[in-house]
């Protein structure tokens, strides 16, 4: 049963920065065996995808909206999930999700978290 834990959500004044965690547990599988990703879902808008890492941190993809302020990675040792976000703008205000699945997409992932709250204040 896929398990995802988010944390690092709050609220910080825009330009600044957070870092997001997702703790993943996949057993009898290994986190190594699933590809990831982060959501973001704000009010009254569509949930739309973030950034997204495959299984060994080759190939990742990202948001237009985010390219160059966010960074995605992983550490498949430790389980883990990041997502670094950088001069934070109010847009970027949003419940941000993390996701997996055993298959590398853009677009769809099968396991999610209950998510943590970003807010950035102008």
């Known amino acids: 049963q896929v398990h995802l834990v988010e944390s690092g959500g709050g609220l910080v004044q825009a330009g600044g920065s957070l870092r997001l965690s997702c703790a993943a547990s996949?057993?009898?599988?290994?986190?190594?065996?699933?590809?990831a990703a982060w959501f973001r879902q704000a009010p009254g808008k569509a949930r739309e995808i973030v950034a997204t890492?495959?299984?060994?941190?080759?190939?990742?993809y990202y948001l237009d909206a985010v390219k160059g302020r966010f960074i995605i990675s992983r550490d498949n040792a430790k389980n883990m999930l990041y997502l670094q976000m950088n001069s934070l703008k109010p847009e970027d205000t949003a419940f941000y999700y993390c996701?997996?699945?055993?298959?590398?997409?853009?677009?769809?992932?099968?396991?999610w978290g209950q998510g943590t709250q970003v807010t950035v204040s102008s």
């Open positions: 996701a997996a699945d055993r298959r590398y997409s853009v677009s769809e992932y099968s396991y």
């Open positions: 890492i495959d299984w060994t941190a080759d190939t990742t």
């Open positions: 996949v057993p009898p599988f290994t986190f190594s065996e699933y590809a």
